[in-house]
């Protein structure tokens, strides 16, 4: 209920809607900095993402690398990005988490 019956200060609406914007593109700006790594086949492969999921850096044990047996080296590359880029999604739930749960669904929201 809004205090006195009256309607709500657009005015603060929005400065803390700005707020929140500002928060979210900060958080945005240091997930993109922050770095994560995930790895296959016991450490032969690595795999550096950034806290966007975006691929930074692939590290292949040359241990691995067997030209007659190019699907498996794959499959190793693969399952690495794939544990850096969880890795990465869980870092961004927890620094957007707070950041979103108080907009719980709102139309328009990329949440």
Known sequence: MIPGGGQPNMQQLLQ?????QQQLAETQEELAATLV???????????TVNGSGELQGLVIDPKTVDPDDTETLADLVLAAVR???H???ELQKQKLGPLTEGLGGMPGLPF
């Open 37 to 47: 790594e995930g790895s296959a086949g016991g450490g032969l492969v690595k795999a």
């Open 16 to 20: 803390q809607a700005q707020q929140m």
């Open 83 to 85: 544990d850096a880029n």
């Open 87 to 89: 890795a990465a999604q």
